[in-house]
């Protein structure tokens, strides 16, 4: 029977609907999805994969494709052996009232194995994220390095043509002419390659060769880094296991018999498999549906009700693709599943700037790098800082929400002088060889020969920017910030400059002209999702879980309650439910390598209430 329907007899006459059958169907194909798709499928099952949109990978081919990953093999090998009961006390400690502990033990645990699982069983490898530190570094339990890890770079020519054909590729605005760089020594070697490293110069020089030789020959990039590396993996392994991925196939509604999901109809393209005449396709899911659909960070109305200072809904800039609308909580709901308020922050909030385009198109950059640099602040319309720049994307918006007076647009400008600007990037505004005047002439950057000038051009009061400036380079020439210790921690430290003393992330704001970039609240992505147990299952009345339904990535409510303690804990979360939802769907009792799943975690194994 469908969902929300009397039956299937008396259902009013609509498009031809052909109907198939598999194992497992996940709707949508983020980290998440694709995550619990691969897990599924290695453990022998048939899993239909469904896209609303023309391209896989959602937000996570956008993003970094950093996942937290506490203990994890590779720091293992490194000789980094952490007890459970540290990266647990860190987040006992930062997420206080929304730790839950069910959630995060079952995150803890399953983690290291889901690392394990795909480095070692699939074509998804990693490197490992040894210098990258937890955000708060003065919290007990927070960890200084080897709690992340990252996708392996990797050239598409090998991934298959149909992987190639379908995967979402790099977001233009946080590349260089469609070439993605990634953290850590590819993009040190950027940054210095242009003060004489010799080193740094041959790797960015090969780099950019190689890729222009790519946009010669295909038009596109094809030296995947980040995120999209993380999605070309995945749909690699998915297509090696024999996972049926279907684009442009949004799902139209669950199908349940007796209380229990049963599958979902979905639009199908004319000519897609098993329906080569379009119109609507029943898959019957015998195990289950997995809602991996990305959140609804595009949804206005929604915004509106749960986002903060967004009277429209419209005052808010998400860097996640168009198609996540909220269709999965919308599909959760319809079966009786609920959306979770009990959360600190409803989105992964990331300040961004708007950079318009000569053809109209508006891009969104997100502010992740350039805030840590040494000799930027950030400062609102009274031209007083508010905010530590150095510490997470996340607090800086939560900084901006709580300090922009109640009727006022909520913005603020990262500020910086000629040195910085042509040292590092600001925003889109790429450093040196870069030149500045295309990003001037479009009104991205605003420039002035004096503070006093850049304030007035920008609309910021220009004395207490100028007081503001005075008292920042008073205390960065000591290497110190006694307003917001800004470089105080090893996260803040890292994305400093080391080679700037004191303290590098310090630096005087000194030798015009100066710049700004104006900065707006935005997001990777929704923290509010739909509940669920340990298990990654949607629960419904009175805490019970829907039986054949689970939620995992941005459609299940975020294990960190609001919170963003570390870089990655969108990711490394998505990745890991989906892999805890996939063997439990599966029924698996012994973890890939061997061990036993319910010896070693205290599992539920394969319940007869999956």
Request: glycine share 14%; charged share 20%.
């Amino acid at each position: 029977m469908i969902a929300d329907e009397p039956g299937a007899a008396s259902a009013p006459a609509g498009p031809r609907t052909a109907a198939i059958d598999c194992d497992v169907l996940v709707i949508g194909s983020g980290a998440g999805g694709l995550s619990a798709a691969v897990t599924a499928a290695f453990h022998g099952l048939k899993v239909i994969v469904v896209e609303k949109e023309e391209k896989c990978g959602g937000a996570t081919a956008f993003s970094g494709g950093w996942m937290w990953a506490p203990r994890n093999p590779l720091a293992v090998a490194d000789g980094v052996k952490e007890d459970i009961e540290l990266p647990r006390e860190y987040l006992r400690q930062r997420l206080g009232e929304n730790f839950d502990a069910a959630r995060v033990d079952a995150l803890l645990e399953a983690v290291p194995h889901m690392v394990g699982f795909f480095h070692t069983k699939t074509k998804l490898q990693f490197v490992p994220g040894s210098s990258i530190s937890d955000i708060y570094g003065k919290t007990p339990g927070a960890g200084t390095g080897h709690r992340s890890v990252a996708p392996k770079p990797i050239n598409a020519r090998r991934l298959s043509k149909t992987v190639r054909a379908t995967m979402r590729r790099q977001l233009y605005e946080t590349s260089f002419l469609g070439m993605g760089i990634m953290a850590g020594p590819d993009l040190r070697a950027f940054l210095f390659a242009m003060r004489g490293d010799a080193k740094a110069l041959w790797h960015a020089t090969w780099r950019v060769g190689l890729h222009l030789w790519d946009l010669l020959t295909h038009h596109y990039g094809l030296q995947l880094v980040n995120g999209t590396a993380l999605i070309g993996r995945l749909m690699q392994s998915a297509e090696n296991l024999g996972v049926d991925i279907r684009v442009s196939s949004p799902a139209l509604r669950l199908t349940t018999d007796a209380g229990r999901v049963t599958g979902a109809v979905v639009a199908s393209p004319r000519g897609g498999p098993g329906d080569e005449q379009g119109g609507e396709l029943s898959i019957h899911a015998r195990l289950g549906v997995v809602l991996a659909t990305g959140g609804f960070p595009n949804d206005v109305a929604r915004r509106k009700q749960y986002f903060p200072r967004v009277p429209t809904g419209e005052e808010h800039w998400t860097l996640a693709p168009a198609g996540t609308s909220g269709d999965g909580i919308t599909l959760g709901e319809s079966v009786g599943g609920h959306l979770n308020h009990n959360v600190a922050a409803p989105a992964a909030y990331c300040p961004v700037s708007l950079v318009h385009y000569r053809n109209g198109r508006v891009g969104v950059f997100p502010h992740i790098m350039d805030r840590g640099k040494p000799g930027a602040i950030g400062v609102l319309k009274n031209g007083r800082r508010f905010v530590n720049e150095a510490n997470g994307y996340h607090d800086y918006v939560l900084g901006m929400l709580a300090a922009v007076p109640e009727g006022e647009p909520v913005e603020s400008w990262l500020v910086a002088d000629h040195t910085f600007q042509r040292r590092y990037p600001l925003g889109m505004s790429k450093q040196r060889p870069v030149p500045t005047f295309p990003y001037l002439r479009n009104g991205y950057l605003t420039k002035g020969r004096t503070i006093e000038e850049l304030a007035r051009n920008c609309g910021i009061d220009p004395a207490g920017l100028a007081a503001t400036v005075v008292e920042f380079n008073a205390n960065a020439r000591r290497g110190a910030d006694p307003l917001f210790e800004r470089g105080e921690t090893p996260f803040n430290r890292y994305a400093g400059d080391p080679t700037v003393k004191p303290n590098p992330s310090l630096a005087p704001i000194k030798t015009g002209p100066f710049y700004a970039v104006k900065v707006l609240p935005g997001s990777f992505g929704t923290f509010m999702g739909l509940e669920t147990d340990a298990r990654a299952r949607v629960l419904g009345d009175g805490g019970k879980p829907i039986a054949g339904l689970y939620a995992v990535g941005t459609d299940q409510a975020n294990v960190m309650g609001g919170h963003y303690p570390a870089g990655g804990i969108n990711i490394g979360p998505a990745m890991t439910f989906g892999y805890v939802a996939g063997r439990d769907l599966a029924g698996a009792t012994a973890y890939e390598d061997g061990r036993d799943a319910a010896v070693e975690n205290g599992s539920h194994g394969s319940s007869a209430q999956r």
